[in-house]
């Protein structure tokens, strides 16, 4: 059978394949997109930030209702959970989005073919679908294929109360014991379902701090509740083994050198993702891959094959959607003759959980690690009457800034909505904005939004609501 031809192939279906296919065809170029589920959206949609941003949302709604609201003389008798109505109601936010998903694609004139793509040289790629395998050369083929939790051999029995993301979403039962492996941003969001559905949770993180890299004072508001709201949370202890207990999973774990044994109803693992390359046949075409199996691109997302590009999870980085979209954008826009590149963008960070933490830039941590002298700007939201009004004190605004020129260089926050909170922070950085043009514009009030003008206030020392301990002068 000849090969069919199309201009541009995009492999994988999620924020980075489906973006960079909308964004070609509206580009005027031709466009096939392969996706080997049955449905769009990849990871983000189907089993990652949309599904568990719907179960934060719907058990937030609890634990305001139990934990804020009889101070405000409002109770409310005990919820009752039915799984199986929020799995549909879960399940139809993610048909409402891959269904918008599809129509975008099909109002664009993009071609969508359901099946596994498999590259077998640099020209031609091989798609397994229900009907058998077709071929399609193209000249341009952009890898999206995205990535898988990670699942330690030693984990690995083929049991399922050993459960990644993808099924803790699934939100098969309420586990009475949940240890959770890894105090990263997904292991920290699904330990904040879990807990307020009533799972009594453990949670071991190897490393001595939870969400590692960010700044301690950002962090601290998320372990307080942590260890609030959970069993346990233990710092520096070590997963060694798992084993089938019955019903239940034995685990060993090392703890300050110290071995023991322990029995969970499920363990939840969250210990890293790894990029989906094996079958897809880049051993036939010129695309190397980093130690880890990451695809290496250079800032214009060209692999060394001159005809693959590849972006989102599986070149590494920053694994969030919104970067996967912005290389996309990079990649289509290099593929259409644009000088573009993925250099110096503001890529922010959200972790959804009680309270939300947010930030974009160079982290305080950061410039201190890498010896940049910077001044820090902190608004405490205790001092903001928006965050009394909904309870939420438990928040702090930063804004990192280049003592000569002024320049903020990076924010981070803490707080309830702290993720609706940071895209000022990337529009401050991306334009070059100085604490002064952050002071001066004038922000709603009573507003989250205004410990950003606060903060910057502070750094002159003028904040209207808090006292700063030192003052730069503020020059009109
Ligand atoms: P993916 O979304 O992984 O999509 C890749 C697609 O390629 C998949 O649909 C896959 O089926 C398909 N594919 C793979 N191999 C082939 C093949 N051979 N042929 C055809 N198709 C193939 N990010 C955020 O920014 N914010 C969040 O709040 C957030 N929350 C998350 C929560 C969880 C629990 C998880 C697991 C992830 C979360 N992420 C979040 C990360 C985010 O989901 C990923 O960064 C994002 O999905 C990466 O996009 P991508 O397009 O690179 O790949």
């Known amino acids: 059978m000849d090969p069919l031809k199309v201009d541009i192939v995009v492999v994988g279906a999620g924020p980075g394949g489906y973006a960079a296919a909308f964004y070609a065809a509206d580009r005027g170029r031709q466009v096939m997109l392969v996706e080997r589920d049955g449905r769009l959206g990849g990871v983000c949609l189907n089993r990652g930030c949309i599904p568990s941003k719907a179960l934060l949302h719907a058990t937030e ?80 083929a952009i890898i999206a294929v995205g990535s898988k939790p990670a699942m330690p051999q030693a984990f690995d029995l083929g049991n ?11 939100l098969e039962e309420i586990p009475k014991e949940l240890l959770v492996v890894g105090g990263g941003y997904i292991g920290l969001e699904l330990s904040t379902v879990f807990a307020t559905l009533g799972s009594r949770i453990v949670l071991a993180e190897a490393l001595d701090a939870i969400l590692m890299g960010l700044d301690a004072d950002l962090a601290r508001p998320v372990l307080r509740y942590a260890e609030k709201h959970f069993k346990e949370v233990r710092l520096g202890a070590k997963v060694l083994t798992m084993a089938t207990s019955g019903k239940q999973i034995k685990v060993t774990v090392e703890v300050a050198g110290a071995q023991r044994d322990e029995v969970y109803d499920r363990v939840l693992v969250a210990v890293g993702r790894t990029p989906n390359c094996a079958n897809l046949g880049l051993e036939n075409t010129k695309v190397t891959q980093d130690e880890k199996g990451f695809i290496k691109v250079n800032a214009r997302q060209q692999t060394d094959d001159p005809a693959l590009y590849a972006i989102g999870d599986v070149v590494g980085g920053a694994m969030l959607a919104h970067k996967a979209s912005k290389e996309a954008r990079v990649a289509v826009e290099v593929i259409t003759g644009e000088s573009s590149a993925f250099e110096q963008i503001t890529i922010p960070a959200v972790v959804f959980t009680d309270p ?41 605004t930063k804004l990192v800034v280049d003592p000569q020129t002024e320049r903020i260089l990076g924010v981070g926050l803490v707080g309830a909505r702290a993720g609706e909170l940071i895209s000022e922070g990337v529009l401050a950085i991306e334009m070059g904005a100085t604490a002064k043009d ?33 003052r730069n002068a503020l020059t009109a």
């Open 61 to 140: 709604l609890m634990r305001e209702a139990k934990e804020l609201s009889p101070a405000r003389g409002i109770t409310f008798g005990e919820p009752s959970v039915s799984l199986e109505k929020l799995r549909a109601w879960k399940e139809s936010v993610l048909a409402k989005l891959a269904g918008g998903i599809s129509a975008l694609a099909k109002a664009r004139g993009v071609q969508v073919l359901y099946g596994r793509g498999h590259f077998e040289d640099s020209a031609t790629l091989r798609v397994e679908t229900s009907e058998g395998q077709k071929f399609f050369t193209y000249e341009t």
């Open 160 to 170: 399922p109360r050993i459960m990644t993301s993808t099924e803790a979403l699934e």
């Open 356 to 396: 939300e933490v947010a930030w974009c830039g160079l982290t305080e941590s950061e410039a201190r690690a890498k010896g940049i002298a910077v001044e820090v700007a902190k608004y405490p939201w205790a001092a903001s009457g928006r965050a009394l009004s909904l309870d939420r004190t438990d928040g702090l």
């Open 438 to 470: 952050l002071a001066e514009s004038v922000h709603p009030h009573p507003t989250l939004s205004e410990t950003l003008m606060e903060a910057a206030e502070m750094f002159y020392g003028t904040s209207t609501h808090a006292i700063a301990r030192k």
